[in-house]
T-cell receptor, first 115, second 111 residues
């Protein structure tokens, strides 16, 4: 069964450093998403991406965050200057369509720890 | 956005059926009903979705009320591996949208 692959599975970084979280969505999917989950809390929407541009973003997704699809397969989330409160699980997801007719596939996540 | 209401937690015995309810009284005629689950320390996982008719797949069944104001996810024979948080989510069929997760139902399976 096709999978969404995320790397690394765990990243530790110092406060103020830049991090890039990587995702390989399912190959024929067109819609891509990043979510985050702070320990013990709900899964929160960050950003959706379609046709090489951001289609929607949440209030969490401020100027410190950016997304990119640098080639035909990778989808990345960059945090420019990490803060302690950015520590969370980050999940990538993809879908063939963004309407309810299709399910969404999520990756296993990257655990980001900012120290 | 249409909202869903789920119990915070439920318990079930292993190898017994589990019925997870979801109320969505303000559902629109163009909203699909989706269910996802999140196993401990893992990402959310698609379970099943439907519009009006009941649906079955290898993981579960989805029973949708005739008025579509509620639905029930049915796990026919729960295993310990089914212990997870289950999310009932509405997604429109006629426009692009993202998944918004609520708190879901935490399902505990008793051996």
């Amino acid at each position: 069964e096709p999978e969404v692959t995320q790397t690394p599975s765990h990243q530790v970084t110092q406060m103020g450093q830049e991090v890039i979280l990587r995702c390989v969505p399912i190959s024929n999917h067109l819609y891509f998403y990043w979510y985050r989950q702070i320990l013990g809390q709900k899964v929160e929407f960050l950003v959706s991406f379609y046709n090489n541009e951001i289609s929607e973003k949440s209030e969490i997704f401020d100027d410190q965050f950016s997304v990119e699809r640098p080639d035909g397969s990778n989808f990345t989330l960059k945090i420019r200057s990490t803060k302690l409160e950015d520590s969370a699980m980050y999940f990538c997801a993809s879908s063939g369509r963004a309407t309810g007719t299709y399910g969404y596939t999520f990756g296993s996540g990257t655990r980001l720890t900012v120290v | 956005d249409a909202k869903t209401t789920q119990p915070n937690s439920m318990e079930s015995n292993e190898e017994e059926p589990v019925h997870l309810p979801c109320n969505h009284s303000t559902i629109s005629g163009t909203d699909y009903i989706h269910w996802y689950r999140q196993l401990p320390s893992q990402g959310p996982e698609y379970v099943i979705h439907g519009l009006t008719s009941n649906v079955n797949n290898r993981m579960a069944s989805l029973a949708i009320a005739e008025d579509r104001k509620s639905s029930t996810l049915i796990l026919h024979r729960a295993t310990l591996r089914d212990a997870a948080v289950y999310y009932c989510i509405l997604i429109p069929m006629n426009r692009d949208d993202k998944i918004i997760f609520g708190k879901g139902t935490r399902l505990h399976i008793l051996p």
